[in-house]
Nanobody, 119 residues
Framework: QVQLVESGGGTVQAGGSLRLSCAAS????????MGWFRQAPGKEREFVAA????????AYSDSVKGRFTISRNNAKNTVYLQMNNLKPEDTALYFC????????????WGQGTQVTVSS
């Protein structure tokens, strides 16, 4: 059974930074693409960033490009999301997700960690 546990959320002022972590309990973690998503109140869940098994392959939504950085430490079974220059519109519940090899959709999701950015 795959388990994903996010941490690192909190409340920060606009312009501040946070680093989210997602610890995965899964064998061969390095083989799986990982992603970060977020959901603000009253809005649909949206894609934030993704990283392939190869740490050099990453993708970002336009809204966070240049401010957020996704990374992974395969030795620690952990994926990170470094968030800089945070804006009030970044306020949301942030989820990490794991995609099985060959799958089109993400297969497993964490419970989420809340990020609140005050103006």
């Amino acid at each position: 059974q795959v388990q994903l546990v996010e941490s690192g959320g909190g409340t920060v002022q606009a312009g501040g930074s946070l680093r989210l972590s997602c610890a995965a309990s899964v064998r061969n973690f390095s083989a799986y693409p990982m992603g970060w998503f977020r959901q603000a109140p009253g809005k649909e869940r949206e894609f934030v960033a993704a990283i392939a098994w190869s740490v050099s392959s990453t993708a970002y939504s336009d809204s966070v490009k240049g401010r957020f950085t996704i990374s992974r430490n395969n030795a620690k079974n952990t994926v990170y999301l470094q968030m800089n220059n945070l804006k009030p519109e970044d306020t949301a519940l942030y989820f990490c997700a794991l995609k099985r090899a060959g799958a089109q959709e993400y297969s497993y999701w964490g419970q989420g960690t809340q990020v609140t950015v005050s103006s």
